[in-house]
């Protein structure tokens, strides 16, 4: 399995450089049609069916500039995926916001490559709930590059996340590919049912297995929250990917109670690919 299309936010956010190099890593390594895609920032709602002509308002000088802000950025894209060798690219200028027409584009692509939100970071902070916004609206994984460290070699040891529900299933179907073609896999459980089968993780080992990925399954019980203990352990093996499954609970309830993702999506330490 290889991803053919992956896609990648485009903009001047001060961590642009680092998602990029992270998504033409990832079209070299699987050969991929690598798109980069730079929104104007104006919701296609403010002139959809709308009837009026904005670029012929007082507004087109504002649309002509940041269509050219946008151009920029892209102009950045190309000239970084150019250097690295990626054969198949293609800059795409959207007029939309980030969060809706990354959300659209999403669609047509096998993985969406973000950053963490960062609100020290003045064009990043512009929508602070980017990552959760395209996971839950976009249908397909996002790849989140967290916004301190550098990874230059991304995947080599990955650590699967995993409780059995269907966004974890999700996020490990979507991982495949890298999993695939990782060094070392290994497979995380917290706080197993007693009542259950006395091996967890036994069968979605046995799964990776009839796609060559051998994994070491690790079964912790942990008083502390799940997504610190994720945290932790990522840190001890060294993993330079986590896999979880994005939202296991209702949207209200992880506002109101927290949660694994929301502890990832806050203070991860290693690139998160998530599923929903």
């Known amino acids: 399995m290889s991803y053919?299309?992956?896609?990648?936010h485009v903009d001047h956010s001060r961590h642009a450089e680092g998602r990029i190099k992270a998504a033409v890593q990832l079209a070299l390594a699987h050969d991929a049609h690598l798109v980069g895609t730079a929104m104007t920032g104006l919701s296609r709602f403010a002139y959809a069916d709308s009837g009026i002509d904005l670029a012929a308002t007082i507004l087109a000088a504002e649309l002509d500039a940041?269509?050219?802000?946008?151009q920029a950025a892209l102009d950045r894209f190309e000239a970084i995926a150019a250097a690295a060798g990626v054969v198949s690219v293609?800059?795409?200028?959207?007029?939309?916001?980030?969060a809706g027409g990354l959300a659209l584009q999403a669609r047509y692509a096998d993985l969406v490559v973000l950053s963490q939100a960062d609100r020290d970071d003045p064009v990043a902070r512009v929508v602070s709930d980017l990552p959760e916004y395209v996971m839950l609206n976009g249908g397909r994984p996002v790849l989140i590059m967290p916004y301190a460290g550098s990874f230059p070699v991304l995947g080599s040891h990955p650590l699967?996340?995993?409780?059995?529900?269907?966004?974890a299933t999700r996020?490990?179907?979507?991982?495949?590919?890298m999993l695939e073609g990782a060094r070392k896999v290994t497979l995380a459980v917290f706080n197993p049912d007693d009542a259950g089968r006395r091996d967890p993780g036994a069968d979605i080992a046995l799964y990776l297995a009839r796609h060559g990925i051998n994994c070491e399954v690790v079964c912790q019980r942990t008083p502390i929250g799940i997504g610190d203990s994720l945290l932790s352990l990522a840190a001890d093996l060294r993993s330079d990917l986590i896999v979880m499954g994005g939202y296991g609970h209702s949207r209200f309830r992880e506002l109101l109670l927290g949660g694994v993702s929301a502890t990832l999506l806050k203070t991860m330490t290693a690139p998160v690919l998530m599923a929903h």
Do not use: C, Q, Y
């Open 4 to 8: 053919k299309t992956i896609l990648v």
């Open 90 to 98: 293609e800059r795409r200028l959207v007029s939309d916001d980030a």
């Open 66 to 70: 940041l269509e050219a802000h946008a």
């Open 160 to 167: 699967v996340a995993w409780d059995g529900s269907i966004e």
């Open 171 to 177: 996020a490990l179907g979507a991982a495949l590919p």
